[in-house]
């Protein structure tokens, strides 16, 4: 097929702008976090130290490994999370029952193991190992820690939270979160992914995928932290309903053709489906109450980073973090780098062969997520990549999300009307 010179001027602009803004913004950002993460590597491996020192149950695991510290993920230039694993879960059941969306429980297989456990004083009467028990011991003795640790005069506490929290420097926060790695199994909240109709991932993938498994995290679960947020936005009062952007067909993108194009669509109809289901069921209120504390969130962290393996993803989510701290870091942080790396993901699926993600399509993989976001941020709903009936925006004000839609498509706008906006962005 012949193209006409002009188009592929464009495109060769385009590609051209792209790689430079690799090599200059996008490169400059990962050198400056590569930086920042060994500084607070130097020092949580301190205080972890101090920890195991007077509690041996807590055994430190972060260790680098070829250039990456092993459970240290970035969540923003200044955020961070360092994720310390135990051991000795055997004597427990997981059961995810979908009654709290994104956790599950720890439950005794048998009442006559208590004694066995490692972790027994964190055992509740109804047999349930509680991440909040854990949590609550493991900050006292971080708390400890800081008081003796090498770096005691750059780190502390930070104060009116129940997770473990440290802030360095002024600068920077890390938390520091106990979990158990679950290899070999999958969540049943998770089993309907894949989708049998899409063609990625392939099943090998998938395989590999569920293999490697999950993780369970002691913090507050996305229901709680939901609440929170809903409670401190009572306050401010109820806002307007979302002006017209000028997006082209925006509402549109959530039925977009083509294999796998509906998968976002689906996600958000399995979601309402389950909040109706759950607003139906009166008692599972009062269940959620009282297990809140002691479910551990699911994490699919490691998952995550499989599938994002080949092609030119992980560039193309490089350059979206980029983006996002330079012109999405808005107030109420309803963009966040987990939302664009799920929107990446539900991207792959309608993209599922390799050579649409090659280095010649990561402006047109960029547009298309940036314009599922716009789509997201006004209906303000987006799945959970694994567990469609968690909404990532749950808890964040409609006009954070607002004003985030009206900000990505002034962003999208630029992206696809001029070659080169790459040179200001």
């Given at each position: 097929m012949l193209v006409p010179p002009d188009m592929m001027g464009a495109h060769s602009r385009m590609l051209y702008q792209v790689n430079k803004y690799?090599?200059?913004?996008?490169?400059?950002?990962?050198?400056?976090?590569a930086k920042t993460v060994r500084e607070v590597a130097k020092v949580v491996q301190d205080v972890l130290k101090e920890v195991e020192a007077q509690e041996p149950r807590f055994i430190s695991s972060l260790t680098e490994v070829n250039g990456h510290f092993e459970g240290l993920y970035v969540v923003s230039p200044t955020e961070f999370e360092v994720v310390l694993y135990l051991n000795q879960m055997g004597v427990f059941n997981f059961v995810d029952d979908g009654t709290l969306p994104g956790c599950a429980v720890l439950k005794l297989s048998d009442g006559r193991k208590r004694?066995?456990?490692?972790?027994?004083?964190?055992?509740?009467?109804?047999?349930?190992l509680s991440a909040r028990k854990i949590r609550s011991r493991f900050q006292t003795l971080v708390a400890q820690a800081c008081d003796k640790c090498a770096y005691r005069d750059m780190v502390?506490?930070?104060?009116?939270?129940?997770?473990v929290r440290l802030r360095l420097r002024e600068r920077y926060v890390v938390q520091i979160t106990p979990a158990f790695k679950c290899g070999g199994v999958w969540?049943?909240?998770?089993?309907?992914?894949?989708?049998?109709?899409?063609?990625?991932?392939?099943?090998?993938?998938?395989?590999?995928?569920?293999?490697?498994g999950f993780d369970l995290l002691s913090k507050e679960s996305p229901v709680l932290q939901a609440a929170k947020n809903n409670n401190n936005a009572a306050n401010s009062g109820s806002s307007s309903a979302l002006a017209a952007l000028g997006s082209p067909s925006s509402h549109l993108l959530l039925s977009g053709a083509g294999t796998g194009g509906n998968s976002v669509a689906a996600a958000v109809s399995q979601q309402m489906a389950a909040a109706a289901a759950a607003g139906g069921a009166g008692q599972s209120n009062t269940t959620s109450s009282t297990m809140e504390g002691d479910a551990w969130v699911i994490s699919f962290a490691e998952a995550e980073l499989r599938l994002l393996h080949g092609g030119y993803r992980r560039r193309c989510l490089s350059i979206l973090k980029t983006l996002r701290d330079r012109h999405l870091d808005l107030p109420g942080n309803p963009v966040t780098s987990y939302v664009l790396k799920t929107l990446l993901l539900y991207e792959c699926e309608k993209h599922p062969r390799e050579l649409e993600w090659d280095e010649s399509t990561i402006g047109d993989r960029i547009n298309g997520i940036l314009l599922q976001l716009i789509s997201c941020l006004q209906c303000r709903r987006c799945p959970h990549y694994f567990l469609p009936s968690l909404d990532l925006f749950k808890g964040k004000s409609p006009s954070s999300m607002e004003n985030a839609a009206k900000q990505c498509w002034r962003l999208t706008r630029e992206l696809l009307t001029n070659s080169r906006c790459f040179e200001k962005l």
């Open positions: 690799v090599g200059e913004k996008v490169a400059s950002r990962q050198a400056t976090i004694s066995m456990s490692l972790w027994v004083e964190f055992i509740t009467a109804s047999g349930y502390k506490m930070v104060a009116d939270t129940t997770e969540p049943r909240s998770s089993a309907a992914w894949p989708q049998p109709h899409i063609a990625w991932p392939s099943p090998h993938l998938v395989a590999e995928v569920k293999t490697e």
